[in-house]
C-alpha cells in the first residue's frame, strides 16, 4: 500500500527529478548521475536534495504527515 503511495507521487512530479530519485534509490552514486546527466556532483546532490523535498510535500498533500515507525521516504 506504502509502495503506491509512493509511485503515485512520484508519477505527478517532473519525470527528470522522478528519474534521478529512482536513479538514486537503485544505487547510483551522485557523481554517476552527473555523468550521465553531464551536470556537476554538486548540482546533482542539490536537484536530488530538492526532489526529496518535493515528494515529501506531495505525499503530505495527498496522505497527511506519517506516523510511528513507517519508513521515511529519504
Known sequence: HEKEKVRAVLAAME???AGLLLLRSDGFSYDELA???ELKGAACGTR???AKGSVRQEYIKRYGERRGNERKLG
Open 48 to 50: 536530488c536534495g530538492r
Open 15 to 17: 519525470s527528470r527529478a
Open 35 to 37: 555523468s550521465a546527466l
